[in-house]
């Protein structure tokens, strides 16, 4: 007796095995009453049901499931489920019944399911933003906005946004915002409304010539020694420090010098062409008229740290439409430290054609960048700007584009 009960322990133990082992097919035991042998039979797939069990001679026969029926999974069943499915109030049939899924209803948009019920989603209130949007399965996620960030109105979508930065724009902040307001900065009216580009494309083609290959500690006071004329206080050279990134600061020492000597024959000189690069720049652009998704497009197709979304509305508002590019563009360059805007916008021209952008503003980029490449600018700045700092700074190793 104990002999028997071990066999069938063990007989027991090694079909429970076999019944789970995961295989593909997936199988089931059979017993077959013809040969009296168990059998591992291949269980029918989805979409399917059981017609007959395998044999010695021959596979398990599935067949499809008849319309208005459907099974999801493997099985063993000799039937099918019905499609008993009904899609409730505010609800739409997202996939119709088919042979291997029963029908699948969801809430209409702006709704969520709880239990049986398409309930609207919540809407944040002012001062707080959405942080994990609605969805048909759950409910919109709430918070109170943090500090640098507002919301002025009630929304089931709408993130918080960050507070205006009123220097970006060449603006004075004169009343700091809170939760629920922005901050609020000088010249906000539409009349009076800057666009505070801060270094320009022109600018930035001829400063870079002062941009050394690796930065040393003192490399700004090298350079304040050696430019002529009227020098850069330590004050303002140790703000520019504080302020600005390694590059950055060179861009703008050379733009304060460039003011502070404005009234000398070679600056003179320098301004000038500076002022005939940008005539011909703004002649490129200046025509463009972009909506705010084509911005969007030309800032994503930039490489490294992204222009938020505010920032493009806020351009918008402050810049007229031929300088809207060349501000989103400076916004990008201080976003990305030390990075090369005219190596930017190559790398975006490349991408922008994914974006549906706009052909004839695409040409007008290219003409940008080859002009601002080309050879006989290129000559002029060097000269220009080799001239200006004498024979001792040469020996310092500076950059070319």
């Known amino acids: 007796m104990n002999q028997w009960l071990c ?14 082992q995961e295989t593909f097919p997936p199988k089931y035991l059979h017993y077959d009453p013809e040969t009296s042998h168990q059998l591992m039979c291949d269980k029918c797939p989805p979409g399917t049901y059981l017609k ?15 319309d208005h029926y459907y099974s999801d999974r493997w099985h063993t069943s000799d039937e099918c489920l019905y499609c008993n499915t009904i899609c409730k109030e505010l609800q739409y049939v997202k996939q119709e019944c088919n042979r291997t899924h029963n029908r699948m209803c969801e809430c209409e948009e702006g709704r969520y399911l709880e ?5 609207r989603h919540r809407s944040c209130p002012p001062g707080s933003g959405v942080v994990q949007a609605g969805t048909p399965e759950r409910n919109t996620v709430c918070k109170r906005c943090p500090d640098g960030f507002f919301s002025n109105e009630t929304s089931s979508k709408a993130p918080c946004r960050k507070h205006t930065n009123c220097s970006v724009f060449g603006l004075l902040l004169i009343q700091k915002g809170n939760a629920i307001h922005d ?14 580009i801060d270094v320009t494309l022109c600018e930035e083609a001829f400063f870079r010539f002062a941009v050394p290959t690796k930065f040393t500690p003192n490399w700004l006071s090298v350079l304040v020694d050696n ?22 600061q060179t861009f703008q020492l050379l733009k304060l010098w460039k003011h502070q000597n404005k009234d000398q024959d070679t600056v003179k000189k320098i301004i000038q062409d500076i002022d005939l690069c940008e005539n011909t720049v703004q002649r490129h652009l200046g025509h463009a008229n972009l909506t705010f998704e084509h911005l969007h497009s030309l800032m994503e197709s930039l490489p490294g740290k992204k222009v938020e979304t505010e920032d493009i509305e806020k351009t918008m508002k402050a810049c007229k439409s031929g300088e809207q590019i060349l501000k989103l563009l400076s916004l990008w360059r201080m976003k990305n430290g030390d990075q090369d805007t005219l190596k930017g916008l190559m790398h975006a021209l490349k991408h922008l054609k994914t974006y549906h952008f706009p052909k004839t503003v695409t040409q007008s980029l290219r003409k940008t960048v080859r002009f601002l490449h080309s050879f006989t600018m290129y000559r ?17 190793k500076i950059s070319c584009l």
């Not at 206080?233 to 950055?248: D, F």
């Open 7 to 20: 066999c069938a322990l063990v007989f027991l133990d090694i079909s429970i095995k076999w019944t789970t």
């Open 52 to 66: 007959q069990h395998c044999t010695t001679r021959r596979k398990t026969v599935c067949t499809p499931c008849p």
């Open 115 to 119: 239990v049986e019920f398409c309930l």
């Open 183 to 196: 901050n609020i900065c000088s010249g906000n009216s539409e009349s009076t409304q800057k666009c505070g």
């Open 227 to 248: 430019l002529p004329g009227t020098r850069v206080n330590a004050e303002s050279v140790e703000r520019i420090k504080r302020r600005h990134s390694s590059q950055e």
């Open 380 to 396: 002029l700045y060097q000269k220009l700007f080799l001239e200006m700092i004498g024979n001792q700074f040469q020996s310092v």
